[in-house]
């Protein structure tokens, strides 16, 4: 079959389409909104999964954490087995001082974290988010100090009542008054404002989760009510140390201070940060497997549609076909004719089915926080689904188009 062939095809379906608007847009209606449901959850996922790597590699690609158990993998425990982390030793003051004495190794950052009630005068807020660490936590928070400054290494040394908020807690307790050098009520103990921290926003970002503040882990440890079960080491590899070198050397002196034979599993876990983008594209994989579903029935009912317009379209052009057999035609050239046809349709659907699903997804990114971003295989993948939806069900009617008899479709009335 060669290009003029598929031009003429095209044509008549086109053609036909015209004829029959309100019949062809209900037959393409299915495919619009397969193709719509594929390319918009594409392009919401694709933006997203993109702003999340962004963040990863800003909090720096070859950072990691070291924790009782490997947090980034989804935990269910409901079946009455042990916890993750059950069994495993907690990190300790001891531990994290050997590993910040390794060349390979910037700085060890100690995290622990508490829920406390901060409180000024009348203003209270309950269940405030109190993140004890280093002078270094900067190096995993996006954004930049708005006022004041951060607590050095020396307050962590003595415990110093210093704290660090966030801009929307600073707002929430103060008000437009400056925070700096304001005292804090911060469960039992009286802290000491010393900066104000603004931090990027992101994608997860809300009301609730703006709301925390930072303080020395050792102060955290002494004042509040810290469980050291959650307690964990945020790592820095040295500049020119590869995150494979950094980790082994951390795995290795982790080992070693805890006596472990080189038959035994280790008792702790070093999460990358490509570890939490990996939880997030099987926590996406679900959404992908419901847009699969969506789409295959729009797909599906789609085209039993183009199976219902194409038989009436054999039926009205029985004469037709009966006259073009008699000049010649093959059973070969009526069946790829009604095929091409059926392929037009569905790709001219699967093209609306783009603009849609496409127009859809930037305009939700325009209007809201959630990025998008249409990615190209979405498109080709449009587009190709489409056409093999035209081929699959419009295989029917374009083989009972090429068997009928030419003299029978003649006296056709």
């Known amino acids: 079959m060669n290009l003029t062939s598929v031009r003429e095809g095209a044509g008549m379906a086109l053609d036909a389409l015209r004829s029959n608007r309100a019949r062809a847009a209900l037959t393409i209606l299915g495919i619009v909104i397969g193709v719509a449901t594929v390319v918009a959850m594409a392009a919401v996922i694709g933006g997203v999964r993109g702003s999340v790597m962004r963040d990863f590699e800003s909090m720096g690609p070859d950072n990691f954490v070291v924790a009782r158990y490997d947090r980034s993998k989804v935990q269910v425990v409901n079946d009455g087995s042990r916890p993750a982390w059950e069994g495993t030793p907690r990190i300790t003051d001891a531990e994290a001082r050997r590993l910040a004495e390794l060349p390979s190794l910037r700085s060890v950052t100690r995290s622990v974290r508490a829920t406390?009630?901060?409180?000024?005068?009348?203003?209270?807020?309950?269940?405030?988010?109190?993140?004890?660490?280093?002078?270094?936590?900067?190096?995993?928070?996006?954004?930049?100090?708005?006022?004041?400054?951060?607590?050095?290494p020396s307050e962590v040394e003595r415990s110093a009542l210093v704290a660090v908020l966030s801009e929307k807690t600073a707002e929430s307790v103060f008000g437009r008054e400056?925070?700096?050098?304001?005292?804090?009520?911060?469960?039992?103990?009286?802290?000491?404002?010393v900066g104000v921290y603004r931090k990027d926003p992101d994608l997860f970002s809300s009301a609730s989760a703006e709301q925390w503040l930072v303080v020395p882990h050792t102060s955290a440890r002494k004042h509040l009510q810290v469980s050291e079960e959650w307690s964990e080491l945020q790592v820095v590899p040295a500049a020119g140390v590869s995150q494979e070198q950094a980790m082994d050397e951390v795995t290795a002196a982790l080992r070693e201070a805890r006596g472990l034979r080189p038959t035994e599993e280790n008792d702790f876990a070093l999460i990358r940060q490509e570890a939490f983008s990996d939880t997030f594209d099987q926590m996406t994989a679900a959404f992908f497997v419901v847009m699969l579903v969506l789409s295959s029935i729009g797909l599906v009912v789609g085209g039993v549609g183009v199976v219902a317009i194409m038989m009436i379209s054999v039926t009205e052009r029985t004469r037709e076909i009966g006259v073009r057999k008699a000049l010649g035609a093959t059973r070969r050239e009526i069946l790829w004719q009604f095929l091409v046809e059926s392929v037009t349709m569905t790709v001219l659907g699967g093209m609306v089915g783009l603009a849609v699903g496409g127009g859809g997804a930037l305009l939700l990114s325009a209007v809201s926080p959630i990025p998008a971003q249409v990615p190209l295989w979405s498109v080709v993948a449009g587009i190709a689904v489409s056409a093999v939806t035209g081929i699959g069900f419009g295989l029917?009617?374009?083989?009972?188009?090429?068997?009928?008899?030419?003299?029978?479709?003649?006296?056709?009335?």
């Open 178 to 193: 400056d925070a700096v050098g304001r005292q804090l009520q911060v469960g039992p103990a009286r802290f000491t404002v």
């Open 396 to 413: 029917y009617p374009a083989n009972r188009a090429a068997r009928l008899h030419p003299v029978e479709a003649l006296r056709y009335e």
């Open 116 to 152: 406390v009630d901060v409180r000024n005068g009348p203003v209270r807020i309950t269940g405030m988010d109190v993140r004890g660490s280093g002078a270094d936590w900067p190096t995993y928070t996006r954004g930049d100090m708005v006022a004041g400054r951060n607590f050095l």
